[in-house]
């Protein structure tokens, strides 16, 4: 699947858009299986364009195409389809359910799919260190161990792509190659493409480009 920005201006952003920018009010195409980081500092709209290709939001003027097709003629079940087996997503506010534990969290997801999914889910909590969290609620863990969650959490489905929007915000070096090696891995078993969102520090990935926000 192709992801293209065509002259998009976010509703919130008119008026205050930077002459630098590779994204906004520009033409800019995310191609199949390719990897790619977009940096910006806080308030210039990462979380914006990360809603916007998964369908969160259409308050903005321009075209995002999906594989050709605008994204505002998608209907409710077609986005329904399209997050299901096309584009996992890590949220910045990661959108757990904090009532639930972290396996339950997790289990939400592996629920839409056949299959069991106890070992993977085990193996990955092994592999970013949170097997002994994972019956404890959403609501007592750190940031950081709750985005270890979130991660997991994205990495059972399938995907064409996969956002990541600042996933190792909370995240210390160690635990952010951790997961970065996870990712990665789960990337290529799908072929998949990847784009990340950072404030500029992040170096997890070997990037194919990188689009200033
Ligand atoms: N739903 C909305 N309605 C109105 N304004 C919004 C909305 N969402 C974001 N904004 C504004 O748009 C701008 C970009 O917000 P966004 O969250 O996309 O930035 P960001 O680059 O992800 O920031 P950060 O790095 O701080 O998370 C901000 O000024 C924000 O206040």
Not at 67 to 77: K, L, P, Q, R, W
Not at 146 to 171: G, K, N, T, V, Y
Request: a neutral charge.
């Amino acid at each position: 699947m192709t992801i293209e920005f065509n002259n998009v201006t976010p509703a919130p952003l008119a008026g205050v858009i930077s002459s630098t920018t590779d994204i906004w009010q520009c033409t800019c195409a995310f191609e199949a299986a390719k990897r790619y980081r977009v940096v910006a500092p806080s308030g210039k709209g990462k979380s914006t364009f990360i809603h916007y290709i998964y369908g969160l939001r259409f308050d903005f003027t321009g075209k995002v195409r999906l594989n050709g097709v605008e994204s505002s003629h998608f209907h409710a079940n077609e986005w329904a389809e399209i997050r299901q087996d096309k584009i996992s997503i890590v949220y910045q506010d990661l959108r757990l359910f904090l009532q639930l534990t972290a396996l339950q969290n997790i289990q939400v997801k592996s629920a839409l799919y056949p299959g069991n999914f106890d070992d993977r889910i085990h193996a990955m909590a092994e592999a970013l260190q949170v097997s002994h969290l994972l019956n404890n609620k959403a609501h007592t863990l750190s940031y950081g161990e709750r985005q270890r969650i979130a991660i997991i959490r994205s990495l059972i489905q399938p995907f064409e792509w996969i956002l990541l929007d600042e996933p190792f915000s909370h995240l210390d070096l160690e635990n952010s190659k951790r997961a970065a090696t996870l990712i990665d891995s789960a990337v290529r078993e799908r072929n998949a493409g990847l784009i990340v969102t950072s404030l500029g520090q992040d170096n997890q990935f070997n990037y194919d480009k990188e689009y200033q926000l």
